[in-house]
């Protein structure tokens, strides 16, 4: 039966706001077990390190077309959202981690092209498997 778009919203506010009472538990339910695509189409959740992985191999195209140290950086990246979640990948000091500087940094992705670009890339695709 059609709903008014209004009373649409309204049950979907009520229903996430259920879940996730604040905005940082919204942040951290997303980030870990995608909470929206359980919901609204009945996907299983993954976590993290589930994301990370599968990173990895569904976007080896992708990183086997980039030179062997920025699939490298990339994939460190990869690595770290796997530890800390998004909030890591929003975080200045991402670049300075371990991994990511032993596997080239940012120095690396400047030699690819804009280090800003490649980081919201590899977000997008980790959100996509």
């Not at 604040?22 to 609204?40: M, P, Q, Y």
């Not at 077309?65 to 990869?78: E, G």
């Not at 890591?88 to 371990?98: I, S």
């Amino acid at each position: 039966m059609p709903v008014p778009l209004e009373v649409y919203k309204q049950l979907l506010a009520e229903r996430l706001l259920a879940e996730a009472p604040t905005l940082d538990a919204f942040r951290a339910l997303w980030v870990s077990f995608d909470v929206l695509a359980e919901l609204g189409y009945g996907l299983a959740p993954r976590t993290r390190r589930e994301r990370a992985e599968a990173f990895t191999y569904k976007h080896a195209d992708w990183l086997s077309s980039m030179p062997a140290q920025i699939a490298a950086t990339v994939t460190a990246l990869a690595g770290q959202f796997a530890k800390a979640g998004i909030e890591v990948l929003e975080n200045p000091q991402l670049f300075n981690t371990p991994a990511v500087k032993k596997a080239g940094g940012l120095k690396t992705l400047q030699a690819f092209g804009k280090p800003l670009d490649m980081l919201r890339e590899t977000k997008e695709r980790l959100f996509t498997v």
